[in-house]
């Protein structure tokens, strides 16, 4: 098999009754955390221009939207979800992928899910095809793809997206072929965008674009059905080196979403380990940021095109600085809520002040892992490395922890929260998703 062949048998092998518990468990929490975030995601400016500009004026009726109070297509539904669900930036992120799963690949299948009244299972199965499609993809184009600047859940999300539908659709694998090249052509988004409304709007069209390939494929519609290695296809234009299509499959046996991580910070994950680190130390040492003379926070170089904004005139903007994200770990900002990155608060001279007294350095290393060295008034120094790139092996602890995090950002009554969670963790039984759907509707 080629590439193309390949990426495409990785979805379709996806059966839901062979799916082990490990598997289907943190599917639910991906779908938990999505939900999570897209509702709150709504709420922020950049979603209500999207659904102002380009969704109201529809009259669509497949699907409900979530926070808008009315229905619309699956198309302009997947738009308007892939783009308030990384809104904040606090959806799940995979090392693999080298960005966020589940927001392309649920955002596409969500109303699709609604119009086809499927069950919570053919849900799940098509989200963890969708992931796995996404994610093999990008351990096999990285780290070249990223490197040269695009934004991988937006531009590998995209084949993700495709490859849900076209599971959830139950397509052929000609057509599933077709769906891939749709994609494969449709595919784009830039790590330029970073730090404004363009990259979560990027994630909105991935997930449109995906849901399109795939069902103008059920449709007949025709594409290069080897887009990924033929001559000027995406990995001669996406990728940079001569890469053997054999293992693009990698362990069959395994699943990718398990390396699924989630957030607890509101911000850029490579953010994470430095803030955790930060937090550690006061914790320990009972430092204040008065106390601090100076901070070298160490990091790998890969994170200077990512999150390295110097000084961040927005809280959009603060959410990819690694020195806004540490002073603020200092100063005891509550970095768990998305109203901590407001544009009032990079403005603030104390953290303005505390910004220029931190250090980025680059150390190669794991992207994930961060080395804070903390020089006190007086001399001390104190230092701590911390990794954010180990995914939890205690799922129960896990999903307790996304619970916390869900009620914390669902604008929801805390009755329709705990009925909202309990059918996500039961959804493998449900009969109709439209049993968490219509839920949600009235309440949202």
């Known amino acids: 098999m080629d590439a193309t062949q390949r990426l495409a048998a990785t979805g379709r092998r996806v059966q839901i009754n062979e799916l082990p518990p490990d598997v289907l468990t943190i599917a639910s929490h991906c779908v938990l955390d999505w939900l999570g975030v897209t509702l709150a995601g709504s709420r922020e400016p950049l979603s209500r221009i999207v659904h102002e500009r380009a969704t109201s004026a529809e009259h669509g009726d497949e699907t409900t939207l979530l926070s808008f109070g009315r229905r619309a297509s699956v198309l302009s539904a997947a738009l308007l979800h892939g783009t308030a669900s990384h809104a904040l930036d606090y959806d799940d992120t995979h090392w693999g992928l080298q960005g966020h799963p589940t927001a392309p690949v649920l955002s596409a299948i969500w109303g699709l899910a609604e119009r086809e009244n499927a069950s919570g299972a053919r849900l799940l199965a098509a989200l963890v095809a969708g992931i796995e499609v996404e994610c093999r993809l990008g351990t096999w184009l990285n780290p070249s793809h990223y490197a040269l600047g695009f934004h991988a859940t937006a531009t590998l999300g995209c084949f993700g997206a495709a490859a849900a539908a076209a599971h959830l659709l139950d397509l052929d694998e000609p057509s599933w072929l077709c769906a891939i090249g749709l994609a494969g052509t ?11 409304m363009a990259k979560p709007l990027q994630v909105g069209r991935a997930a449109q674009n995906g849901l399109l390939s795939a069902l103008l494929a059920q449709g007949g519609f025709t594409a290069n059905p080897h887009v990924l290695e033929t001559d000027q ?10 890469l053997d299509p054999t293992k693009l499959a990698g362990d069959a046996d395994r699943f990718l979403i398990c390396d699924t991580l989630f957030k607890y910070h509101a ?9 955790d680190a930060v937090r550690a130390l006061v914790r320990e040492y009972g430092v204040t940021a008065d106390a601090v003379e100076r901070i070298e926070l160490r990091v790998d170089p890969t994170c200077f095109g990512v999150c390295n904004i110097e000084r961040p005139r927005s809280g959009l903007e603060g959410k990819f600085s690694l020195r806004a994200t540490t002073a603020m770990a200092l100063l005891g900002d509550d970095t768990a809520s998305p109203e901590a990155f407001s544009d009032s608060r990079m403005t603030c001279p104390k953290l303005a002040a505390l910004i220029e007294r931190i250090d980025v350095v680059g150390e190669p290393q794991r992207a994930t892992r961060s080395t804070v060295l ?9 230092r701590l490395t911390v990794d954010s790139g180990i995914p939890a092996t205690d799922l129960n602890a896990q999903g307790e922890r996304l619970a916390r995090k869900f009620d914390k950002l669902a604008p929801l ?7 909202v969670r309990e059918k996500v963790l039961a959804l493998r039984s449900l009969q109709s998703v439209r049993e968490l759907t219509a839920l949600l509707a009235v309440n949202t």
Do not use: N, P, W
Not at 270 to 275: N, P, R, V
Not at 374 to 382: D, P, S
Not at 413 to 419: G, I
């Open 186 to 196: 449709q595919a784009a988004g830039l790590k330029s965008a970073f730090g404004s």
């Open 233 to 242: 296809g995406f990995v001669a234009t996406h990728a940079d080196g001569d």
């Open 267 to 275: 911000a850029c994950y490579l953010t994470h380990a430095g803030i």
């Open 374 to 382: 903390m020089r006190l008034v007086g001399g001390r120094e104190l």
């Open 413 to 419: 009554d805390s009755v329709t929260r705990a009925a």
